[in-house]
């Protein structure tokens, strides 16, 4: 069975902190896809980013990174010098190789960047 | 510009009235999505179509019906068979291969 589990419900930090959100799937799979959704709190999904199982470079993209480790089975997501508009939930999901692609979603970490 | 709509995006429901959710793209995409959020929750998947006139139901279709007659139209009607029918419902839509989904901004249905 596949599985998401985002362990921190809710994290708080001063606006200019470093936050990581952390993301660890299970799949006997050896080719998945793994995702970062934001959800400001209009409701709409963003998508962030898309990570193949067989590309574990990690990546940055501004003030996002992310670190995927299929050792231990995470997926990371590191925002540095955190802003009030990065308050939101974000969720992380798994996708398995097959004809849906549907995406299976951890429970979501609410960001709270405080000024 | 290229995206999904949905509508409403609040609907109030009488227990025991089916109601229909609205879903449109004009992204070209074949494949949509229906999933249902609860508050504190992650995105579970209610169906799902991959090209036209086709459908598969997905983890919790128990309630729900959809159709897909229109490669932009995937509408969900939340039957009154759905016993926990309130709840934050989000469409999105998908291209060809395993990329990322595109999402609307949701209908919040709430049934009294």
């Known amino acids: 069975a596949q599985k998401v589990t985002q362990a921190q419900t809710e994290i708080s930090v001063v606006e200019k902190e470093d936050v990581t959100l952390d993301c660890v799937y299970e799949t006997r799979d050896t080719t998945y896809y793994l995702f970062w959704y934001k959800q400001p709190p209009s409701g709409e999904l963003v998508f962030l980013i898309r990570r193949n199982s067989f590309d574990e470079q990690n990546e940055i993209s501004g003030r996002y990174s992310w670190n995927f480790q299929k050792s231990t089975s995470s997926f990371n997501f590191t925002i540095t010098a955190s802003q009030v508009v990065d308050s939101a939930v974000y969720f992380c999901?798994?996708?398995?190789?097959?004809?849906?692609?549907?995406?299976?979603f951890g429970s979501g970490t609410r960001l709270l960047v405080r000024p | 510009d290229g995206g999904i709509t949905q509508s409403p995006k609040y609907l109030f429901r009488k227990e025991g009235q089916n109601v229909t959710l609205s879903c449109e793209q004009n992204?070209?995409?074949?494949?949509m999505y229906w999933y249902r959020q609860d508050p504190g929750q992650g995105l579970r998947l209610i169906y799902y179509?991959?090209?036209?006139?086709?459908?598969q139901k997905g983890d919790i279709a128990e309630g729900y019906s959809v159709s897909r007659e229109k490669k932009e139209s995937f509408p969900l009607t939340v039957t009154s068979a759905q016993k926990n029918p309130t709840a934050f419902y989000l469409c999105a839509s998908k291209g060809t291969g395993p990329y990322e989904q595109y999402f609307g901004p949701g209908t919040r249905l709430t049934v009294t």
């Open positions: 992204l070209n995409h074949d494949a």
């Open positions: 179509s991959q090209i036209v006139n086709d459908f």
């Open positions: 999901a798994l996708s398995r190789r097959d004809s849906s692609y549907k995406l299976i």
